[in-house]
């Protein structure tokens, strides 16, 4: 029986490169997520390499050189990480300072509510 030809075409990644993947996912500040769509692949293929991975079904070669324009891509999106973590503790503290701000207007006020009823009886 012949060959179905589809229409897709599979991209084929070398070694090298499906190591490197699974590598850089392995590293604590990123998500397979995060590699996935830095590499432009399916995070469920880079789970799959990973499986891979620890099954040994790779030749574990050391790869020196990263996929062109990967590890710069990499690089600025472990920056904004770092950086919306940032603004997410800024804005919490923000909101802290807020609450005490509001607690401080509250607490004045009951103090001269009651400081000035002590006038109305002499007289």
Same mark, same amino acid.
């Given at each position: 029986?012949?060959?179905?030809?589809?229409?897709?075409?599979?991209?084929?990644?070398?070694?090298?490169?499906?190591? @490197?993947?699974?590598?850089?996912?392995?590293?604590?500040? &990123?998500? =397979?997520?995060?590699?996935? %769509?830095?590499? !432009? $692949?399916h995070p469920f293929m880079l789970s799959r390499w990973?499986?891979?991975?620890?099954?040994?079904?790779?030749?574990?070669?050391?790869?020196?050189?990263?996929?062109?324009?990967?590890?710069?891509?990499? @690089?600025?999106?472990?920056?904004?990480?770092?950086?919306? &973590?940032? =603004?997410?503790?800024?804005? %919490?503290?923000? !909101? $802290?300072?807020?609450?005490?701000?509001?607690?401080?207007?509250?607490?004045?006020?009951?103090?001269?509510?009651?400081?000035?009823?002590?006038?109305?009886?002499?007289?």
């Amino acid at each position: 029986m012949p060959k179905m030809l589809s229409g897709k075409k599979t991209q084929r990644y070398s070694v090298e490169f499906k190591v @490197k993947a699974v590598e850089w996912s392995y590293q604590a500040h &990123r998500s =397979v997520k995060g590699v996935a %769509e830095a590499l !432009d $692949i399916h995070p469920f293929m880079l789970s799959r390499w990973r499986k891979e991975y620890r099954e040994g079904k790779f030749a574990m070669k050391r790869v020196k050189k990263a996929p062109a324009g990967a590890k710069e891509l990499m @690089k600025e999106r472990d920056e904004i990480n770092r950086l919306k &973590r940032r =603004v997410s503790e800024l804005q %919490e503290e923000n !909101d $802290i300072l807020k609450k005490f701000q509001r607690f401080q207007a509250e607490e004045r006020r009951k103090r001269s509510d009651s400081s000035g009823n002590t006038g109305e009886n002499m007289g």
